[in-house]
């Protein structure tokens, strides 16, 4: 069972992004997923979600209307989109997949400990 990451990189601010969590070992059709990313010395951050079917998402208030997630079950595939990057984005991406049924996905999507799976993270480096 392994989740990777990968598409970050380093871009200038108003710049774009486009990351990419691929699965092996398991369907991700099957789990919902969440975006985290973190830098050293804080805690892991919610940055956006996403339901089992890619109908319902949610967002921090600090990415929304910028970052847009999205997946593709049949490649068993999950992407997000960073827009009009800002320094304050920078950071490792990590892309997890929790086995939420849809009722228990409102109350646990921005929580990391409430994840199964977790993918090595991507740098992603917002700078002039």
């Known amino acids: 069972v392994q989740l990777q990451a990968f598409g970050g990189g380093l871009v200038q601010p108003g710049g774009s992004l486009s990351l990419s969590c691929a699965a092996s070992g398991f369907s991700l059709d099957e789990h919902a997923i969440g975006w985290f990313r973190q830098v050293p010395g804080k805690e892991r951050e919610f940055v956006a979600a996403?339901?089992?079917?890619?109908?319902?998402?949610y967002y921090a208030d600090s990415v929304k209307g910028r970052f847009t997630i999205s997946r593709e079950n049949a490649k068993n595939s999950v992407y997000l989109q960073l827009n009009s990057l800002k320094p304050e984005d920078t950071a490792v991406y990590y892309c997890?997949?929790?086995?939420?049924?849809?009722?228990?996905?409102?109350?646990?999507?921005?929580?990391?400990?409430?994840?199964?799976?977790w993918g090595q993270g991507t740098q992603v480096t917002v700078s002039s």
């Open positions: 996403i339901v089992k079917a890619g109908n319902v998402d």
């Open positions: 997890a997949a929790g086995a939420f049924i849809r009722s228990v996905w409102f109350g646990a999507r921005a929580y990391p400990s409430k994840y199964n799976y």
